[in-house]
């Protein structure tokens, strides 16, 4: 699934055109360096830690023409998003199986009941 997220950015409108692309560039550079971390965890399955980062700081910070902080807030960001992701799929691998307990929270616990007791009758 692709999803795509727009960022949007008060600015002054005494901004000048040379500070606006700057603020692109750097946006776009930062877009691209999380596209590179996120690519970089789908291939090699990394989990988020100091020594994945380690293992691909130089290559992503040469790549995507970043600084070394803002390579390693976009590890930050790819991570994160990969964290969310792993357990929002463990949560609907285990809703597929058949013997699991239902989920703390949700429909279930704020309704009193499973979705099957509030179903039309016909």
Not at 29 to 54: C, N
Not at 92 to 118: I, Q, V, Y
């Amino acid at each position: 699934m692709l999803a795509v997220k727009t960022v949007k950015i008060p600015v002054h409108y005494g901004i000048t055109r040379r500070k606006l692309s700057v603020l692109d560039s750097l946006t776009a550079r930062t877009t691209y360096g999380v596209w590179i971390w996120s690519r970089l965890f789908k291939e090699h399955a990394l989990k988020g830690t100091y020594a994945d980062r380690r293992l691909f700081h130089a290559r992503v910070k040469e790549q995507a023409k970043l600084s070394g902080a803002m390579a390693q807030c976009c590890f930050d960001t790819a991570a994160w998003m990969w964290k969310s992701y792993r357990e929002a799929h463990e949560t609907w691998r285990r809703s597929l199986s058949p013997d699991a307990k239902a989920p703390t929270g949700g429909f279930a616990s704020c309704c009193g009941g499973s979705r099957s007791s509030h179903s039309r009758t016909e």
